[in-house]
């Protein structure tokens, strides 16, 4: 008799136990749904970083003024003329980002870094303050009895804008604009992912310096890789 009843008597509480177990199991598959899709994920917000940079499509990252000071001498009919223009101007230093693709950032998951290989520095066309040009000349026989005067300062114009152009290629002022440009991009990466509590490491370099994150560029997984894999998931899920 006694068997009996401690079955009846244990049987209330088994089901009311696998219920339990029942219920406690979909709870914990539901908040790790919920988790997942609340959760910030640092892929997603890196690729709305990537569309926002393409918008703007060029960055000015950095510029520098320049002098350039050029003389041109011209002979005819015996006599010569010379003038000297001294020319101001600025020079401002470009990352076309329409050019940084998702081929071009890529995700590390083992230690939380976004790696961004931006495109070349570009160096725009000098823009020539005009109202602080300043001239010198000799030679007015010359000039007053030719069009010499307007040869030289087409001349002088032209051979101006190249000194410019050259003086921006200055080593030193180039390493400052990339530095400028590394700065911008980790900027414009970092702030999303930390607004979202991510916490991440942005390293940002040019095509030239591949060869020192090639390993580094291996392992890690480009950010057009990864939402394509998280998009098949969701659909399987489906």
Not at 79 to 97: F, N, Q
Not at 123 to 139: F, M, S
Request: aromatic share 8%; glycine share 4%; charged share 25%.
């Amino acid at each position: 008799m006694s068997r009996p009843m401690s079955w009846r008597v244990w049987l209330p509480f088994a089901i009311i136990g696998g219920f339990l177990i029942l219920i406690i199991a979909l709870a914990w598959m539901l908040f790790s749904r919920v988790e997942s899709s609340v959760s910030p994920d640092p892929v997603s917000i890196a690729n709305a970083s990537l569309s926002n940079m393409q918008e703007q499509n060029r960055l000015t990252v950095f510029s520098a003024s320049y002098n350039a000071t050029v003389t041109t001498t011209l002979t005819r009919l015996g006599l010569s003329a010379r003038k000297t223009l001294i020319m101001p101007g600025s020079v401002r230093y470009e990352l076309d980002l329409a050019k940084l693709g998702a081929d071009d950032v890529r995700w590390d998951a083992r230690n939380n870094t976004l790696y961004v290989e931006m495109p070349a520095i570009e160096i725009a066309r000098p823009e020539v303050h005009i109202d602080r040009i300043q001239t010198y000349d000799d030679g007015g026989i010359l000039m007053a009895l030719t069009d010499a005067e307007d040869v030289l300062d087409q001349a002088n114009r032209k051979k101006g804008v190249e000194e410019l152009a050259k003086q921006a290629q200055n080593p030193v002022q180039v390493r400052l604009a990339r530095e400028a440009a590394r700065r911008a991009v980790r900027h414009n990466f970092a702030v999303p992912l930390q607004a979202a509590g991510v916490e991440a490491k942005i390293d940002a370099f040019f095509p030239y310096e591949r060869s020192r994150y090639k390993e580094r560029w291996d392992y890690s997984r480009p950010i057009r890789e990864v939402l394509a894999e998280q998009q098949k998931k969701r659909e399987e899920a489906q």
